[in-house]
């Protein structure tokens, strides 16, 4: 029988873990939410970000900047840097063609980058150091696998995405857990073989619904990372649920799956910059 990994009880333990550290704080906590596009994926995004800092009576700051030039768009940014009532910053991507992503990330606070984009944050989680801020898909997938009492040691773990928003970060926090880790790409001659040797595949391809049990032996975990829109217009992962259920032994949903985690992690980075700055 293949296990489903839903979310939700995850979430509800840690919304009561961030309120017990929130209730300690003399400050309500505010996180600055800056999109420059109407894409529909950003949006949805926005939304569940709003929902979840609702729930914990955090404070949402937003921006929407249309149209914005990357000069503009800095100033903000430093605006918001210099503003001590803001304990996060998250610039919701895509951003639009005139903007050069790499510069703006090398803008924001290291200690306000909630979403890991700051090349000084990004540097320590390539360099081995996991312990601070990381990018939050690969660590929703973890703390999704610890919660339900997955051991990562000795285990063969794929990781399709080799992006530096999932695929190297989470290879090196499964290094760190003393997994074998396999990465998996577009030039990847035979997706098959490597999926059918692997123990936990952790997918983020983009790709709705392409993942059918051909590609996996029944003992496989998938975490499904990936969001698209499928032909009826619904949200759905890299995986096909349907075939698979039944035969692997396990996977992670779309929806109340990986993405459920992510929101809830990013407004605990947000309450953790209060927790540091008022030591």
Do not use: W
């Amino acid at each position: 029988m293949t296990k489903i990994l839903y979310s939700d009880k995850y979430v509800d333990n840690k919304i009561e873990e961030i309120k017990k550290k929130i209730q300690n704080l003399k400050v309500v906590p505010k996180i600055a939410l800056i999109r420059t596009t109407d894409d529909a994926g950003t949006i949805a995004y926005e939304k569940g970000i709003n929902s979840t800092a609702k729930k914990l009576g955090v404070e949402v700051d937003k921006h929407l900047l249309e149209n914005v030039s990357e000069e503009d768009l800095i100033s903000e940014i430093k605006k918001l840097n210099d503003d001590k009532s803001v304990g996060g910053i998250l610039i919701f991507k895509p951003l639009p063609e005139n903007i050069n992503e790499d510069n703006i990330a090398r803008e924001i606070s290291p200690e306000k980058d909630i979403d890991c984009l700051n090349p000084l944050n990004t540097a320590k989680v390539y360099a081995g150091d996991v312990s601070g801020f990381i990018p939050l898909a690969p660590k929703a997938s973890i703390e999704l696998l610890k919660f339900y009492d997955y051991k990562l040691k000795g285990k063969e773990t794929l990781v399709i995405n080799h992006s530096n928003v999932v695929g190297k970060p989470l290879t090196m926090i499964l290094l760190n857990e003393l997994a074998t880790v396999t990465i998996a790409h577009i030039g990847t001659q035979d997706l098959k073989k490597h999926t059918k040797n692997a123990d936990i595949i952790f997918t983020a391809v983009g790709k709705p619904e392409f993942l059918d049990k051909s590609y996996f032996n029944e003992n496989a975990t998938v975490i499904d990372i990936g969001t698209s829109k499928n032909k009826d217009g619904k949200f759905v992962g890299d995986l096909n649920e349907e075939s698979v259920d039944g035969y692997i032994k396990a996977f992670s949903p779309v929806p109340k799956g990986v993405g459920s985690i992510t929101n809830i992690l990013l407004i605990e980075n947000v309450v953790n910059y209060y927790i540091n700055y008022e030591k």
